[in-house]
C-alpha cells in the first residue's frame, strides 16, 4: 500500500503542514505528498510504484485461474492482437461495458465465465 497526500498544495496554503516521513514511520507505509494538477510528486509516486517490481520483490503479472490462464495464453498467441502479450486477451475476457463490444466471444459466454 502506499499513501499519495494529493493536493498537497491546497493543504500548504491552509497554512496546514504534514509530516510525511513521520506518517510514513507511524502507518508503516509509503506516503508521498503530491499535488497532480501541477505534476508535485508524481516521479516519486511512480517510483515507489514500481521500486517493488524493479527490485524483484513482487511480480508484475497477475495471475488467474487455471481456466482463465489457459484463455489469456490462447488468445496470447494470436498474431492480429496488438499491444503488451497479456494485456489485450485479459481485456477481451474482462466482462466490462467497454470491452464487451470489441469481444470476439458470444454474449452468453459472458456470463457463464468463472475467474
Not at 491546497?10 to 509509503?30: M, N, Q, T, W, Y
Not at 488467474?64 to 492482437?81: C, D, N, Q, T, V
Given at each position: 500500500?502506499?499513501i499519495a ?11 496546514i ?6 506518517l510514513?514511520?507511524i502507518?508503516g507505509?509509503?506516503?508521498i505528498?503530491?499535488?497532480a494538477?501541477?505534476?508535485l ?10 521500486s517493488?517490481v524493479?527490485?524483484?520483490i ?8 487455471s481456466k482463465a490462464e489457459e484463455?489469456?495464453e490462447?488468445?496470447?498467441s494470436?498474431?492480429?492482437?496488438r ?11 474482462s466482462?466490462t461495458r ?12 459472458w456470463q457463464?465465465?468463472e475467474?
Amino acid at each position: 500500500m502506499i499513501i499519495a497526500l494529493n493536493q498537497i498544495d491546497h493543504i500548504e496554503k491552509r497554512g496546514i503542514s504534514i509530516d510525511a516521513r513521520k506518517l510514513c514511520e507511524i502507518l508503516g507505509v509509503p506516503v508521498i505528498p503530491t499535488a497532480a494538477v501541477k505534476g508535485l510528486g508524481i516521479h516519486e509516486l511512480t517510483e515507489e510504484i514500481v521500486s517493488p517490481v524493479k527490485e524483484g520483490i513482487l511480480s508484475h503479472e497477475v495471475k488467474y485461474s487455471s481456466k482463465a490462464e489457459e484463455r489469456i495464453e490462447k488468445l496470447s498467441s494470436m498474431r492480429s492482437l496488438r499491444g503488451p502479450r497479456r494485456f489485450c486477451p485479459i481485456r477481451i475476457l474482462s466482462p466490462t461495458r467497454s470491452t464487451r463490444s470489441h469481444s470476439i466471444q458470444s454474449s452468453d459466454t459472458w456470463q457463464s465465465q468463472e475467474w
